[in-house]
């Protein structure tokens, strides 16, 4: 293994590049591994889960690239840096980086000073440091910024390449103003709301964009007395880049001004989207999703949606549907008198229109015909990958037998019909499995290792755990974790 040519290593390294343990350990193995692994890491440094606090490294190495004189300046002030050093460092990490965390820069420069006019001095200096040395951004978090990094000498030839934007609306408008005038190619925006005041630079700078792919907006914020509508200009804005947007991500809390209105009017504008989700509140008309076509559309999710409503958008779609999410709020979620009739016709609009299905979230009744309809779609739908079931028998109250014997029948049509890739199973309370019928599926299995997710305490149990363990030692059971249930 560690005598891989370098294109191979580098290839796998890419598909670590999430995993921060694993390729911190890659770095160890010999100097061809760590050559090829250090790019990987130093493209965008930040994203790792590490306490920066505790780490003085990242600090010491970006300290290590300022310049001698400002080195003496800074020490002068009394701000602690590392001694000053002729030796050339390993590597030119600088030289990999596209990226910038605000969050994170601020996180390691109380390594530094505790004082606020010497850690507003080290900001200065580390992110001129950084745009004057780095070839190009790719990447920029800008929560929590003061200062403005657009008037650095050279943030023209290196901000203008932006790829993704992480920003909150709490920033002054004057940042995205001068941002604008520079980044106009922004492909990904993420903004965090986390202000009750309306910003209109968040507008100006969406409306600037002439290749944005992807927005996403993410309400935080505690204070619901807001009196203007906080989404209008941004909607407006958005609406703008319909004809090219393939993603879109809300998270929307505040209910008081907002027009439901205007986000129905434009969602059926954005026909090439191949993400939606909406999470929290919002309104739509009985009808409405029928007017809701995406035929590229690989993965749905919006709250409290009924699942007549999906089979609207399914039955609309390309084919190419990959991800359907539905149930976060089992408790909340409106399972109507039409139940039955609707499970059903959802699993054959599953059936015939998403070939590529791989993450489903199913709601169905306990019936003969149900459980049938339910084989084919495990027969048809053979790139699935995780499968989240809900059983509900709307009609009756169900016994504690009936149940079980439910459960039973669900395992048999996995081990008869489910494809070889499904690897992961979720249920909630509503669902349960007697001992013997896990015991018997897991005997019988025959597919990939399997994680297995409930948030039903019966599986603390001794005898549940012995089984588990059993089954996780001979491989069958990679993991086996009870959850909140509203966890998706």
């Known amino acids: 293994m560690s005598q891989l040519n370098k294109d191979i290593l580098f290839l796998l390294f890419e598909e670590l590049q999430a995993d921060s343990k694993s390729l911190f350990s890659c770095l160890l193995v010999n100097r061809l591994w760590c050559e090829t692994g250090i790019p990987i890491l130093w493209r965008n440094p930040w994203r790792y889960d590490i306490n920066y606090t505790n780490k003085c490294y990242l600090f010491s190495i970006i300290s290590f690239y300022l310049p001698v004189g400002i080195k003496e300046f800074l020490s002068s002030q009394g701000i602690n840096l590392p001694p000053i050093s002729y030796q050339t460092l390993l590597f030119d990490y600088l030289s990999f980086c596209k990226s910038i965390n605000v969050n994170l820069i601020n996180s390691i420069i109380p390594i530094g000073s505790s004082l606020a006019y010497n850690q507003f001095l080290l900001q200065q200096e580390f992110y001129n440091l950084l745009i004057t040395t780095c070839p190009e951004f790719k990447y920029l978090d800008m929560r929590s910024i003061n200062h403005q990094l657009f008037y650095f000498p050279g943030a023209k030839a290196r901000l203008e390449t932006l790829y993704e934007l992480n920003c909150n609306t709490s920033v002054e408008p004057t940042y995205f103003y001068g941002l604008t005038r520079i980044c106009q190619n922004i ?50 804005a ?126 169905f009744s306990p019936t003969k015909k149900h459980f049938t309809e339910f084989e ?37 049509a996995l081990i008869s019909s489910a494809p070889t890739n499904l690897r992961e199973i979720r249920f909630f309370n509503e669902f349960k499995i007697s001992l013997k019928a896990l015991e018997e599926f897991l005997k019988n299995w025959r597919g990939s290792a399997l994680s297995i997710i409930t948030s039903d305490h019966i599986y603390n149990e001794e005898d549940y755990i012995n089984l588990v363990d059993k089954y996780k030692n001979d491989g069958i059971i990679k993991d086996f974790r009870l959850v909140p249930r509203y966890e998706r």
């Open 376 to 412: 084919k779609l495990l027969k048809v739908c053979q790139k699935l990958k995780s499968l989240l079931i809900v059983i509900l028998n709307f009609d009756e109250m169900e016994s504690p037998e009936k149940i079980l014997e439910n459960g039973e029948e669900f395992l048999k």
């Open 187 to 236: 492909q990904k925006l993420i903004i965090i709301n986390n202000t009750i005041k309306v910003n209109p630079g968040i507008a100006t700078l969406i409306e600037a964009q002439k290749n944005l792919k992807s927005f996403k907006w993410k309400d935080s914020f505690e204070d619901y007395s807001v009196m203007e509508d906080p989404y209008k200009e941004a909607l407006l």
């Open 238 to 363: 958005l609406e703008k880049k319909a004809n090219i947007l393939n993603h879109l991500q809300i998270f929307f809390k505040y209910v008081g001004g907002f027009d439901h209105r205007l986000l129905q009017q434009i969602l059926p504008k954005f026909y090439k989207l191949k993400t939606l989700i909406i999470e929290d509140f919002v309104y739509f008309t009985e009808n409405y999703f029928k007017m809701l076509v995406y035929q590229d559309i690989e993965i749905l999710y919006i709250d409290y949606i009924t699942i007549d409503k999906v089979s609207n958008i399914i039955e609309n779609s390309g084919g190419h549907l990959k991800e359907i999410s539905l149930f976060k709020y089992c408790e909340y979620y409106d399972f109507d008198e039409n139940f039955n009739e609707d499970s059903l016709n959802f699993i054959q609009k599953i059936c015939e229109h998403c070939p590529l299905i791989e993450y489903l979230s199913i709601a």
